[in-house]
């Protein structure tokens, strides 16, 4: 069986994964079955296991995690590619260039909320996108002028060392 999908460790994919756990020691899987097939180690099948006899079903149901909820529902969230996919031009900028301050003006004009910097770097790296560095080249540079002071003018230029050495 394929591994474990966790792209999200939310809460609730965690205890989905517990409760698959359960069906399956309760059909007669052994642990060491039930890990290998929910691309998990031995111990913590066993853990669950131990859990489930000790608390029942509901000891292994999901927690939920303290801190600030989020303010942009997930389904919101998975369109942030799309948005960058479209591109800077469509959104009213001067150049296709996304820079941290673009993406925190369209997000925030397309889900009216408002990011931190810090908070919108975490997002884009959780959505596997990464800062990359544009290949930048003069409009005005003429490729064939460059090559033929390369070969021409820069030879005249270069320094030669005399034969006197040292």
Do not use: C
Request: proline letters at 6%; charged letters at 30%; a positive charge.
């Amino acid at each position: 069986m394929a591994r474990w999908d966790q792209q999200h460790r939310d809460t609730a994919s965690l205890e989905e994964r517990r409760l698959k756990a359960v069906g399956l020691l309760r059909s007669g899987v052994s642990q060491s079955e039930v890990a290998r097939r929910l691309a998990v180690s031995p111990v913590a099948v066993h853990k669950w296991k131990r859990t489930l006899e000790e608390g029942g079903t509901d000891a292994l149901r999901a927690v939920p995690r303290p801190g600030r909820p989020t303010n942009v529902p997930r389904e919101q969230l998975a369109t942030l590619p799309k948005i960058l996919a479209r591109g800077a031009l469509s959104y009213g900028f001067s150049t296709d260039l996304w820079t941290i301050r673009r993406i925190l003006e369209v997000t925030e004009a397309e889900w009216g909320v408002r990011y931190e910097r810090s908070a919108m770097w975490r997002l884009l790296k959780r959505h596997g996108l990464s800062w990359q560095r544009p290949s930048r080249q003069a409009r005005e540079k003429n490729l064939v002028a460059v090559k033929n002071w390369k070969q021409r003018t820069w030879p005249r230029l270069k320094k030669k060392p005399t034969g006197d050495g040292p």
